[in-house]
């Protein structure tokens, strides 16, 4: 297949200021790798706005194109591992941060971080689950690898209606957890419900107490808040409880202490998605085409976006106006 001298991409930059848009560059001047795509869809993150509006230091060198999740088919390949016309998946893996991303007609991989897509996968639900499901999938990995099981007791995930948070709500429920869902919006708790929440509770109504140790309310949580709300966790998870610490919505800081640690033995649990090893990724991606598939896919992908609504969308998630996911079709 000829792969065009010019493409479109959503090239972000830095030398004027701030800019971020569509435009044309030469397919020569993309990041180099051993595979090349043509891409098919991308999905948007928080971290993708983050670095599309400028309001997050995500870019480590400029300019490079957004996108930090891509789907597309190998249009050539200098990898013994990947086949012209083979579909394939990234996520993370230095995409929008040392290196071009997806939202780009063509982008070159690297064959040690690209991913097979699984048989039972279309692309568009790839990217549906993309970075988000993705880290669901890390955060219960971790959690069931430190013993976590349904019969300890109910899950809770913060954030729910985000892109994380929902999958996590549904990823949860599929594999047989009790879930509780904690949300800014209650005009989504119906929504949360038909997703798998047994229960769902006002963020702004919450309160977890002050002392080091509350009575217990969850044997485990999945928090893609940080700052108070994961202060306030550590307080309530039961004993040999695990929380998958993965996002930052609410803030960075976590002032705690270490009676939960020593006194419950419960376990804060790191989730890097970006820099998941390899063979590790392989396996949650056949999770998540298996056993741990999202069922209700189609209801949390809500947004479909054309290219020219990206950056407008990106305000609004960050502006907390979004629920659920966005996947962007790339190819014309
Ligand atoms: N560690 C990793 O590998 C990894 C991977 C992906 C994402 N993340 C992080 O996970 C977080 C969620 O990402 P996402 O893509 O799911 O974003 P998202 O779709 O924008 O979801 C974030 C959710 O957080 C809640 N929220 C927003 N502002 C808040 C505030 N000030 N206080 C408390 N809650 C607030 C909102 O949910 P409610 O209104 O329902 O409460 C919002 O929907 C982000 O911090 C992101 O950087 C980390």
């Not at 971290?47 to 999740?69: E, M, V, W």
Request: hydrophobic content about 35%; glycine content about 12%.
């Amino acid at each position: 297949m000829s792969i065009p001298e010019h493409i479109q991409a959503f090239r972000i930059d830095q030398r004027d200021g701030h800019c971020a848009d569509w435009q044309s560059m030469r397919t020569d001047q993309l990041s180099s790798g051993d595979v090349c795509i043509k891409v098919h869809y991308s999905s948007v993150n928080y971290k993708d706005a983050l670095a599309a509006t400028g309001s997050g230091k995500i870019l480590r060198q400029f300019p490079l194109n957004g996108g930090i999740d891509v789907v597309g088919e190998v249009v050539a390949s200098e990898s013994d591992q990947f086949d012209v016309g083979e579909p394939v998946l990234a996520t993370g893996s230095g995409l929008s941060e040392t290196r071009d991303g997806g939202y780009s007609e063509y982008l070159n991989l690297h064959s040690d971080w690209t991913i097979p897509l699984p048989d039972s996968l279309s692309m568009l639900d790839a990217m549906r689950i993309g970075t988000a499901g993705f880290t669901a999938a890390l955060s219960l990995y971790r959690m069931e690898a430190n013993g976590q099981t349904p019969e300890q007791g109910p899950i809770v995930v913060t954030g729910a209606s985000g892109g994380v948070g929902s999958l996590a709500v549904n990823i949860l429920s599929q594999a047989g957890y009790e879930v509780h869902a904690i949300s800014g919006k209650t005009q989504f708790f119906n929504w949360l419900r038909q997703l798998g929440a047994v229960s769902c509770s006002n963020r702004h109504d919450l309160y977890l107490g002050d002392r080091p140790l509350e009575s217990t309310i969850w044997a485990g949580a999945i928090d893609t808040v940080g700052g108070k709300m994961l202060e306030g966790l550590t307080r309530v998870i039961s004993p040999w409880g695990n929380i998958a610490s993965c996002g930052l919505a609410g803030g960075a800081e976590l002032h705690t202490t270490v009676m939960p640690f020593i006194i419950r033995g419960i376990s804060l649990l790191g989730i890097n998605s970006s820099q998941c090893p390899t063979e590790l990724r392989k396996q949650l991606w056949q999770r998540l085409a298996g056993p741990w598939k999202p069922p209700q896919l189609a209801q949390i992908a809500v947004t479909q976006l054309r290219r020219d609504e990206l950056p407008e969308y990106c305000e609004k998630m960050l502006a907390g106006q979004i629920h659920g996911r966005a996947t962007i079709q790339i190819k014309g």
